[in-house]
């Protein structure tokens, strides 16, 4: 029954056999939400989780409110604004900034993107020790970016947009991880990221922070404010309110 509900609600045939027509599939197992590769050799399924492996070790020893990320969304003394992450992706950022103390609204336009977030996150809701904080401080749409920022209320809008667009191609494919890979399968190479960029300067009451391979250059649009730079990894800053900390 949830397959069956979950193929109605994505478009997506309902495959009760061979998956060998299809390159990719959704395989909804007792315990999550999988996406597989067909082809032979392919890597184990991927899923989405909050409780373990490299992203809670990222909550664990990631640097707290002293890492390039927290510092980029203003997280200052007790600072704890709401962020919309206009490209939610894997959800990864969100998490961390949500562990520290924002409230984030996840925006995803991706529909499977978009379902194996939401069993990720139903499942966190449930651990013990992360439960809560999922629960309270994490929400997730599913919808166009710029259409859901361009709807909101002005006593809507949030303090903070973050924008994580699809990184440019690398030469070096090998470098690339695959996630990221199956990520860019499903999303393409959002080319309208400049557009979203204009909306989201119009909408953020604070600040908008765009994340960045740390050589690439800017998107399209206004310079930055300031940069914040990791070693492979660049968060540019746009200052709306010269009363929000500078970092």
Not at 16 to 27: D, I, K, R
Not at 215 to 242: C, E, H, K, Q
Request: charged residues 25%; hydrophobic residues 45%.
């Amino acid at each position: 029954m949830a397959a069956t509900l979950l193929a109605d609600e994505l478009g997506l045939p309902l495959v009760t056999g061979s998956t060998a027509a299809f390159t990719h599939y959704l395989n909804l197992t007792p315990e999550r939400l999988e996406l597989r590769e067909s082809a032979p050799g392919a890597p184990r399924p991927f899923s989405i989780d909050f409780t373990a492996g490299a992203t809670a070790h990222r909550r664990r020893c990631g640097g707290g409110r002293n890492q390039p990320l927290a510092r980029a969304v203003g997280l200052k003394g007790a600072a704890a604004p709401t962020v919309v992450d206009a490209t939610a992706g894997l959800g990864r950022d969100a998490f961390v900034l949500a562990c520290l103390g924002c409230t984030v609204y996840l925006i995803e336009r991706c529909p499977i993107i978009a379902a194996l977030l939401r069993d990720g996150l139903r499942r966190a809701a449930r651990d013990l020790e992360i439960g809560p904080l999922v629960a309270e401080r994490l929400r997730l749409c599913v919808a166009d970016s710029r259409d859901y920022l361009r709807r909101l209320a002005p006593d809507q809008r949030p303090e903070v947009v973050y924008l994580d667009p699809m990184y440019p191609h690398r030469r070096k494919s090998a470098l690339v991880k695959k996630e990221m890979r199956l990520l860019r399968q499903l999303v393409g190479d959002d080319a309208d990221a400049p557009a979203l960029l204009t909306v989201a300067l119009a909408c953020a009451r604070w600040r908008v922070v765009v994340k960045r391979p740390r050589l690439a250059p800017s998107l399209t649009g206004p310079p930055p404010t300031l940069r914040i730079i990791a070693p492979n990894t660049r968060f540019d800053v746009y200052l709306l309110n010269d009363r929000q900390p500078v970092r």
